[in-house]
């Protein structure tokens, strides 16, 4: 008899997702889903309203990563407007988003998956989080805790509060930059490079030891990756143009438009799952399989452009090659872009056109279709409108990097549980907690956020259900 | 001047003749919740939110309509007014769309505020979610029925101060709301002179400028008070 296994509900993850492992009569793995099921449909419900509105309402899709959306709307908006913002809005908006990533990047590494790497893959579920971190290394948690803090008090600065804050607003951004907050700012950047650089030196020392097998075997596969870089092929992360990359690190496509996004991405849909499928159109699905979000920003960029992240960069493509295919350097590669950012956030703090001319400008409709591109932390974020004479949205398209990753999540999670389940699995064995928690790991590589891919809602539990050919459950996890 | 003396919640106050009730709740202090009315501007008595109880009336009276009158005994608090105005505020939010978190008005709303004031944290009315339109096509302003309380504000100072009487109550009951000009996109009203009145004297987000974003609206509720006192006082030269 055929067996399912399934995860679910997905823990240490930003969303609702369940993982299922089918087995043959044989008790051998035939199939591995990512399955994402919620919705909220937001698409739909912003039909209608005002596109003035949609910073405020797209921010709302999620907690965590609020001011991707808010930013994508806000440059959509700019283009609706078609406008160019002022030097000063532009930097001003560069700087949240580069507190933006620093503040997920930071709770991805911390809260949610350093507990796998320094409390082990085999210990007590219960105290496998940031709690259990506190109280074995209580000095590492509070300064992952505070260099979160660090980004979340810049968007708290920029913006007037921590989440789902409106200040992008097309045309610019709503207030300046304060000389306190600049002065906060600068204060409190050499902590935070002090504890980026633990972190590191942390990570590599796992790398060397335990974790050289989940290098390995967690999602290494090769695949297109794609982000942002900017005219000369740096890293970037709000503007710039679209940069294919293959696993071979040819560069496959360059200097993509996003206005174009229909043309070169698909968007594929399986009646298992609420998250979409994207792929790279001229591959088809599902060979078209691509990868965003921090690794793949590295892995598309001639490099970063400030010295630290540059020698970290030059690091992680000696240890995990150049393209980086496993999807565990996501990890290190968020380490890296922590970094990059510090770097960044330093050089625009101290720039004087930051603080300086107008930050927001006002124009009427002048457009009926655009596309925004930004960077969030987990990869390229699309927001594409269709609006009439006054300005009402006939039509909205959210394109989110996790939905990206989701061909690239389901492989990784087919590869680890290929790797971890006996094969074959003896009829009515357990599925011991270690690899459930290793195939949960594979997908919190990619630090998903499904309340965003889907616009849909609620916490992130994992399932794991181990299913019979005909369908009835003979083995379930649940945790959450 | 003459005066009429009544009593407000135990407290003798005298006001002149001629004054509504509000207005003789205020001089006693008492803090009579209100959000059709505003100074300036004639009452309807639309909201229902500044019912009193007057002694000898077996039926509630809306105090911005009704004149003071001479051995009035009024109550202004009671537990059956207090329950009846969280009600009236609970039906406003369960009758239209009202999402606070992505408005105009969030933080700056009067109906947002009046629910502080009257103690209401929910609505135990189910939510209609009507199907209302948004009204974009003015170029300087727009209108979205989701968030209309039917208050007639708009109405009022259009037609009282400006004179130029764009706004409408069209169609009944629960079909009821605002329409422009003969039930026109409000661009194409060719009465409207653009003065913007209407956008700062609406209690909600309802009415708004189009580069209003997320708490963005400032209104000035004050205006038709002052424009009117000046009127009166002949404060411009050409009158």
Redesign the interface.
Known sequence: MTRTVIIDPVTRIEGHAKITLHLDEAGHLTDTRFHVVEYRGFEKFCEGRPFTEMAGITARICGICPVSHLLAAAKTGDKLLALSIPPAADKLRRLLNLAQLTQSHALSFFHLSSPDFLLGWESDPAKRNVFGLMAADPDLARAGIRLRQFGQQILELLGGRKIHSAWAVPGGVRSPLSQEAKDWILDRLPEARATVTLALELYKTLLDGPLQKEQRVFGDFPSLFMGLVTPTGLWEHIEGRIRFRDATGAIVADQLSEDDYAEYLGEAVEPWSYLKFPYYKPLGYPDGIYRVGPLARLNVCGSVGTPWADRELAELRQRSGQPATSSFAYHHARLVEIVACLEAIEILVQDPELMHGRIRLRASLNRNEAVGVSEAPRGTLFHHYKVDDDGLLTSVNLIIATGQNNLAMNRTVHQIAKEYIPDPVPAGAEIPEAMLNRVEAGIRCFDPCLSCSTHAAGQMPLRLQLLAADGTVLAERLRG | MAVVTLNVNGQDVAVPAGASLLEATRAAAADVPTLCHLDGLNPVSSCRLCLVEVEGSNKLLPACSTAAAEGMVVHTHTPRLREYRRMAVELFFAEGNHVC??C?ANTHCELQDMAVTVGMDHSRFPYQYPQR?????H?QF?LDHNRCILCTRCVRVCDEIEGAHVWDIGSRGGQCHIVAGLDEPW?QVQACTSCGKCVEVCPTGALFR???????KQPDASLPALLRSARDQHRWHNQ
């Open positions: 978190a992505v105009v339109s948004v009204d974009a096509s170029p727009t661009g189009n580069t209003d974003t997320t708490a963005e």
